[in-house]
């Protein structure tokens, strides 16, 4: 006679009385992830090192949302983040320093601030705000970073991008160890029209017809690709120490 194992409960995917924090709400895709988790009823912290943008962010939302300021690459103002915020379920960090050009060329400061965004930053935040995390709903709480394609794609004049997306993959799944029952995941960007290749001009429009002609999924991404990408790293209670790929598998040709 077999038993029935006990099905665990679904968690919603509604965010009603959830405490979210954005790091790198300041950007376009902090902004539509901040847009998006306020919509689905969440109440906002948004981090970030510029406190105008996340004045802007806070002004597109439906909910509540608070604004505190946080420089990646400043342990003590991790900490005052932590002391600022309190108890939260999950944290989403789209903070990225691009360090890129040619190797000759690399500027050491860059590099720091380039790591400080994508490794130190990261294991910071789980030291000073992981001890706060609310575990007690269906899906428990969760630290959502974001890597990129150009770790498993390295390219020339990309090899500080490319060291530090791939050190933030291994780094969740380290902190989905330490930190657990607190899950840890990664979300991995490809080609996004997020708004960063609007500086190409005229150049962008055949730039992403390119990315979309040699792209398995032959389109490139949207924010709303990520958004639901982090919606699910976010809600899904048995998905830790994973990298979520939202590339469209241009990371395979």
Not at 18 to 45: H, K, P, Q, Y
Not at 156 to 180: C, K, S, Y
Request: net charge neutral; no cysteine; charged share 20%.
């Amino acid at each position: 006679m077999t038993t029935a194992l006990p099905t665990p409960q679904s968690p919603s995917l509604a965010l009603d009385g959830r405490r979210i924090i954005v790091v790198g709400a300041g950007s376009n895709t902090g902004r539509a992830l901040a847009r998006a988790a306020s919509e689905a009823g969440a109440d906002l912290v948004l981090a970030g090192p510029d406190p105008r943008k996340l004045e802007w962010t806070a002004g597109e939302l439906s909910g509540k949302a608070e604004v505190v300021p946080v420089d990646l690459a400043d342990e003590a103002s991790i900490a005052a983040l932590s002391t600022a915020t309190g108890r939260f379920h999950h944290l989403v960090s789209t903070a990225a320093m691009p360090a890129n050009g040619p190797l000759a060329d690399l500027d050491l400061a860059d590099v720091h601030r380039a790591f400080a965004a994508k490794v130190y930053g990261p294991l910071l935040l789980a030291k000073h705000l992981a001890p706060q995390a609310a575990t007690d709903t269906p899906e428990g709480a969760s630290f959502t970073f974001f890597s990129g394609v150009a770790a498993w794609r390295p390219a020339p004049a990309r090899t500080v991008m490319a060291t530090t997306n791939g050190a933030l993959a291994f780094l969740v799944q380290a902190l989905a160890v330490e930190i657990a029952p607190v899950r840890v995941n990664a979300v991995s960007p490809g080609i996004v029209d997020s708004g960063s290749w609007d500086r190409l001009g005229a150049d962008k429009d055949p730039f992403l017809k390119s990315v979309a002609d040699r792209n398995p999924a032959r389109r490139v991404g949207t924010t709303d690709d990520l958004v639901h990408a982090t919606r699910f790293a976010m809600t899904s209670p048995f998905v830790t120490g994973t990298v979520v790929h939202v590339d469209g598998g241009g990371r395979l040709v």
